[in-house]
């Protein structure tokens, strides 16, 4: 992953989708865990905990320079498993306590504000009118696709302030990434970082499932370990080394589109007219975006 830095912008994009794309399954795998008795913590630190070990293993062949990139930003690589850890898990609580609508739109919506923020602020990135026209549709197409059009009675407080505690949490992980210099090795320490910071809590809650380990939990704990961890965040971290960080967060949002679809194909969920529309103006705001 040295070399990452001649990585085409147009191929650092497609990674970060590609990795967002793994993202979208992780709700609907980590619903399935949920039955067995393993609450958001749990299932936040198996997760970081496979990330790690998947990476670790990887260390000998793909032969990137951990323990240098490590001494030359230690603290830097630890925020960055700081902020994952706080992003996954506060996301999920905020799902069990406000539902998937309300925690989607509040942390997908608010962190490409955050990011185009920070990005300004601490990266000098500019976004430009254009720029901020497709952001701004983007927002509207995600709120379309995940409410439906429809609006709730009620938006628990707690909820929401996850929802927003999350976005803090991917907007971080995003500036931290686009100003590291090895994805490989950032990742894994990242993904160490948040296991440690999530193992208290998570012992707390309880560990293991209500009824024993069963090879469907280990099954869908190692899915989640390799794929929507190990494999998208790697491809993410390698994509922001060369896309900007409000772009990359626009791109990102592919994760609610694939998200929807599963709900579709295998939840036997259904998408109303404006969800639809909020789908299309999505994906076409994420395609767009590509010029900036």
Same mark, same amino acid.
């Given at each position: 992953?040295?070399?990452v830095?001649s990585?085409?912008?147009g191929r650092?994009?497609?990674?970060?989708?590609?990795?967002?794309?793994?993202?979208?399954?992780g709700?609907?795998? *980590?619903?399935l865990?949920?039955?067995?008795?393993?609450?958001?913590l749990?299932?936040?630190?198996?997760?970081?905990?496979?990330?790690?070990?998947v990476?670790?293993?990887?260390w $000998?062949l793909?032969?990137?320079?951990?323990?240098? =990139?490590?001494r030359a930003?230690?603290? %830097?690589?630890?925020?960055?498993?700081?902020?994952?850890?706080?992003?996954?898990?506060?996301?999920?609580?905020a799902?069990d306590?406000?539902g998937?609508?309300?925690?989607?739109v509040?942390?997908?919506g608010?962190?490409p504000i955050?990011?185009a923020?920070?990005? %300004?602020?601490?990266?000098?990135?500019?976004?430009?009118? %254009?720029?901020?026209? &497709?952001?701004?549709?983007?927002l509207?197409?995600?709120? &379309?696709?995940?409410?439906?059009g429809?609006? *709730?009675?009620?938006?628990p /407080?707690?909820?929401?302030?996850?929802?927003?505690?999350s976005? /803090?949490g991917?907007?971080?992980t995003?500036?931290?990434? =686009?100003s590291?210099?090895?994805?490989m090795?950032?990742?894994?320490?990242?993904?160490?970082?948040g296991?440690?910071?999530?193992? $208290?809590?998570?012992?707390?809650?309880? &560990?293991?499932?209500?009824?024993?380990?069963t090879?469907?939990?280990?099954?869908l704990?190692?899915?989640?370990?390799v794929?929507?961890?190990?494999?998208?965040?790697?491809?993410?971290?390698?994509?922001? %080394?060369?896309v $900007?960080?409000?772009t990359?967060?626009?791109?990102?949002?592919?994760?609610?589109?694939?998200?929807?679809?599963? *709900?579709?194909?295998?939840?036997?969920? =259904?998408?109303?007219? $404006?969800?639809?529309?909020?789908?299309?103006?999505?994906?076409?705001?994420?395609?767009?975006? =590509?010029?900036?």
């Open positions: 992953m040295s070399s830095r990585l085409p912008v650092g994009m497609l990674f970060i989708a590609v990795a967002a794309t793994m993202w979208g399954t709700g609907a795998v *980590a619903a865990l949920y039955p067995s008795g393993l609450g958001a749990a299932v936040s630190f198996w997760r970081f905990l496979g990330g790690a070990a990476l670790g293993l990887a $000998p793909l032969r990137f320079p951990l323990l240098d =990139r490590f930003g230690p603290v %830097r690589m630890l925020a960055a498993g700081a902020g994952m850890a706080v992003y996954q898990t506060a996301y999920l609580a799902i306590v406000a998937v609508a309300v925690a989607t509040v942390t997908l608010s962190g955050l990011v923020a920070g990005a %300004r602020l601490w990266l000098g990135e500019r976004l430009g009118g %254009r720029g901020a026209v &497709l952001v701004a549709s983007a509207a197409g995600l709120t &379309l696709l995940v409410t439906g429809g609006t *709730a009675a009620e938006v /407080v707690l909820g929401v302030g996850l929802a927003l505690l976005a /803090v991917y907007a971080g995003i500036l931290l990434g =686009r590291g210099e090895d994805s090795a950032g990742t894994l320490v990242g993904f160490a970082a296991a440690l910071c999530l193992l $208290p809590f998570a012992a707390l809650s309880g &560990l293991f499932p209500d009824g024993g380990v090879v469907t939990v280990v099954g704990l190692a899915y989640l370990g794929f929507p961890s190990a494999l998208a965040y790697g491809l993410f971290f390698a994509g922001l %080394r060369v $900007p960080a409000a990359a967060s626009v791109v990102a949002l592919v994760e609610a589109l694939v998200a929807a679809a599963v *709900a579709v194909a295998f939840l036997g969920e =259904r998408l109303t007219v $404006p969800a639809v529309a909020g789908g299309v103006l999505l994906l076409g705001a994420v395609v767009l975006i =590509r010029g900036e």
